[in-house]
Every structure is written in C-alpha cells, then in structure tokens.
C-alpha cells in the first residue's frame, strides 16, 4: 500500500449531530502514517481529497434516527456503486454519490470504510444531540485501532 | 371534446433548487411557459438592513455556495463605492485570482456533473462515468484547482471568510501561492481537454436573438469591473442599472423578473460576456474557441457547455498570470471609515452579473439593500427558450419531452437558490374540437 491512511470527519459542526464527523477527528490521537481531515460533504472535493491516499476511512453523521448514536461500519469495497443517483443539491454531491462515482471512476482506495453514526437532529445553530456526542469517543477510538490495523497489514 | 396531457417532473434533477415548470399547449402550440418558484423568498435584502457595511459580505456570501465570491465581490465593491474606496494593485488582483478559481469550479461541475450527461443521453454523471471515466476525473480535478485558488484566497472554499470590505484580513505569500502554479497548468490541460471533448458533442439548432447583457472593461475579459453593455446598444455606468432595468413580480414566482425598460427580456452569462467580451480573451484563448467550433459571438444555448469550457481554460491563464505577477501588499486592506452614501456594485458571477445597490448612514449602517442576481434576470429569457424548445419537440413521447425542457432549462445552469426562487414540470394541453 502506497499513501497514507486518510480518514475524514464529514459534517458541518454548526449543524447539531451533523458535527460528529469532525468532533470524532478531533478525538483522535496522532498517529504515524495517518492523516486526518475535516471536510463538508462536498462529495467532489472528497473524491480528490482522498485519490491518493492508500486506505481511507469515513466518518458521518446518518439520517436514520431510529437510534441516534448507534454506529455503523461499512467496509465500501464491498459495497456495490448505485445504479444512478439523485443528489439532493446540484451544486455538491453527497458524501454517498461521492463513494458510488468514485467506485465507477475507479479512484476509491482499495481498502475504504465508513463509519456512520445515527444522528437525530440536523438543524443550524443547535447542540449536538447527547446520545450522538457520547459516541464520538467510542468511534475514535475504533476509527484509531482500524487505522493500525490498516498500517500494520500494508 | 377536451383533450389533456399532464407531464410533471417533481424535481428536477441537477439543477439547485426547487421550481416548477407549467407548460400550456392548445392546439398544439406551446402558448405559455412559466417557471415557478417554490423556494421560500429569500430575505437577504432585509437582513442587511440595520447591518455594519462591513457586514455585508459575510452575510451576502450566505446567498449561494457554490458562487459566494460573487456576492462578496459585489457587496464590497457597492460598499466602497458609497465609501469613495479605490482598491487597487496586489489586493484588486487577489479578487481576480479568487474570482478565478469560483468561475472554475462552478464551470467545472455544471460541465461535467450536470450538462455533459444530456448531451450524451445518460441520465447522470454517474452512469456517464462509466464510459467517460477520464473526463469526469478532469472535471473533478478543475474543480479541485478552482476551490484550491478559493481556499487560499478566501481561507475557505465554501463562505469564504478572508473577504473584507477594503480588501482581505490577511493576504498570502507568494510561497503560499506558488504551489497553485503546478496545479493550475495541470488544470488548464485538462479544460483544454474538456473543450475538445465537449466540440464533438451533438448541438441542436437553436439560434436565439437575445439581448445579451454582460460587463465590458477597457483592458480585461470582465470579473469585478467595468460598465454594463447590452448587443441591443446600451454602455451605462453600473450606478445607473435602475434607470435602464426593472424587475417585475410575477403571480406564479417568489423570484422576481428581469427586463430592459422599454425593451423585455434579456440574458446575462456565459454566453452574454463571451459574445460582448470576445476580443478581451486572450488570442490563444480566442483560437482554441474558434477550434471547437465558436465564432467571436454565440447565441445558441446549447452551446453555452463550449463557452463554459472556453471560461475554464481562460480562467486557469488569468490566475496564473496573476500568480505569476503577485507582489504582496504592505497591508491587507485599505482602511474603512464610515460615512454616509450610496454605493452600487456589479461583478460578473459564473452565470452573469450580480448587482447590489447599498445605502449607508453616517454610522456605516445599511439603511437600504438591493441584490439582483444573475438567475432571475435570466428567467423570462428562459422561460422562452422553454417555449421554443418545447414547441418543437411536442412530437416527442412524454418522457422525451420532459428531458428536452430539463435540458434546456440547463443550458442556462440556474441557480434557483440565488434567485430565490426546480422543478416540477406540468403540461397543459388542449384542443378545441
């Protein structure tokens, strides 16, 4: 594996839950060899954020709700790219088109992985939700041991 | 017996915002055309009042996101003209720099993300991607380049926050420019790139005698200065936009529209600037549009994807130009005193000019504000594009149709956001028996 291990917290920290992205990469200690971002989920500026790394990982906040603070890991090279997409706004895309176009494209990194946490409220100016915050530790500390691991299998 | 066909598109895909699209035919003409806008009105011009001045472009910037630079350029020029400020040298060429990179980054995605697929027949980029993984990968690199400039520049991509009235809060280094310079040629060859890919693309015949309206500058292809011309034989000091342009509500809109006194609908953009502003482009510029099939002027919208990618390539030679060229100031910015006055600024946004007119107390207080951005001048031109297009494609199965008007409401690249104001498409047919 040539590059670094990039991993980018996703969100907009003014935007409640949809700062845990960013606060997770805040968490996380310096590691060797691993690079950490934070972005807005501007799906094309992540595509070439992210071309040249040799193992990625992802943090973003999911709108599912039905349990806010619970994370899920997706290993992406696994995923299927979408069939199409219809992005929300046409002037970025998503975090999710942003993986299916760089799937297509072939500039995703080999080994890349997501982590999403389930957040319940998205809207400007209000606190992050609690059950949403006290997860940020948890995930950090994943998204570290993941990063290692990466390093150590290069 | 009545005869009615309904064809709705709920929103429409890649552009930003939400509008809707009636379409009434009767008797097999195409009778009427309206864009509606469902975004609620957006309340900028009454949010500035009461505001510092300098206030202005920070608040401003939130209209749009992916063209704030333009509504901050617009907002402080406005500003230090009521101010009786004159920024020039290494901070006048910082705003074009930073100008630079919001024209590249806004071409670059409309190009490739959101009106390449329709001339190739995909439903988006995505499944386009698939067959043209190198363009699309150009593309994204162009933009890449574009918001680098802006993030250097502005200190961030989105909202830039280094931006002031008087100039900038802090202004780079030339080691802190200088690693733009390999991105930026690497960025050009790739417009160049998309230039040649987008000439061999299929163009319907589709000349349209609008009134084009761009900025014209003595010396320069325009971004922050110059007067307003129109092709129908207007040359006016930016001060004097009122008293040659209306806008008009409409029932059916929360954007409002556009028009010349005494003359109707014209269009700002691309199109406009590139016919208006031809012999300021520099010749290579100049040679490389005419080989992918331009002429000095161009009036078909659908063409409009050249120009776009003749921006983009000229776009990436002015910024290294000014590069190249970049002293740093002794100062950031010019120092701001306050005073009462009125001030107007007209700067060229991605998709044409953007106006804004303050008025300013004795405190440095906005008493009053106007914005007139580029979108909803281009409504009622588009509106009839619509109904051209849409005329003759009424043979067309539905689905074949709706992708017709989607296509030419893209050529125009709207930002329905700015003009607060996509889509929904409904057709209205009827015939008398």
Known sequence: MTGDILVIGVGNPDRADDGVGPLVVRQLPALP????????????????DWADAGALILVDAASAASHPGRVHRIDLSCQPPPHTLRPSSTHALGVAEAIGLAQVIGCLPGRSVLYAIEGQCFGTGLPMTPEVAAAAPEVARRVAEEACSMRASA | MKDSRTIRVDMLARVEGEGALDLEIRDGQVVSARLNIYEPPRFFEALLRGRACTEAPDITSRICGICPIA??????????HALGLKVDGPLRALRRLAYCGEWLESHALHIVMLHAPDFLGYADAIQMARDHPDEVRAGLMLKKAGNEIMRVIGGREIHPVNVKVGGFYRVPSRAELA?????LMR???????????????????????YELVALRHPDEYPFNEGRIVASGGLDIAVSDYEDHFEERQSPHSTALRSVIKGR????????????????????????????AGLGPTCRNPFRSILVRCVEAVYACDEALRLIEGYEPPPLPALAVIPGAGIGYGCTEAPRGIC???????????????????????????????????ATRSL????????????????????CISCSAHFLRLTVHESADS
């Open chain 1, 33 to 48: 060899g691993v690079r950490a971002l934070f972005r807005p989920a501007d799906g094309c500026a992540l595509i070439e």
């Open chain 2, 71 to 80: 509504y901050q350029m617009s907002a402080v020029h406005a500003v230090e």
């Open chain 2, 179 to 183: 690693p733009l310079t390999g991105e």
């Open chain 2, 187 to 209: 960025a050009r060859e790739r417009a160049v790139q998309l230039l040649k890919w987008v000439s061999t693309f299929s163009f319907p015949d589709h000349e349209r005698d």
């Open chain 2, 264 to 291: 109707g609908a014209y269009l700002v953009g691309p199109l406009a600037r590139y016919s208006l502003n031809f012999d300021r482009l520099p010749p290579p510029v100049q040679s490389l549009a005419r080989a």
């Open chain 2, 355 to 389: 106006w804004h007119r303050y008025e300013i107390d004795d405190q440095g207080t906005l008493l009053a504000a106007r914005i007139v951005p580029p979108t909803s001048q281009n409504q009622l031109s588009i509106e009839e594009d619509l109904r051209q297009i």
């Open chain 2, 395 to 414: 043979a067309l199965p539905e689905d074949q149709l709706r992708a017709v008007c989607e296509h030419a409401i893209r050529n125009h690249d709207p």
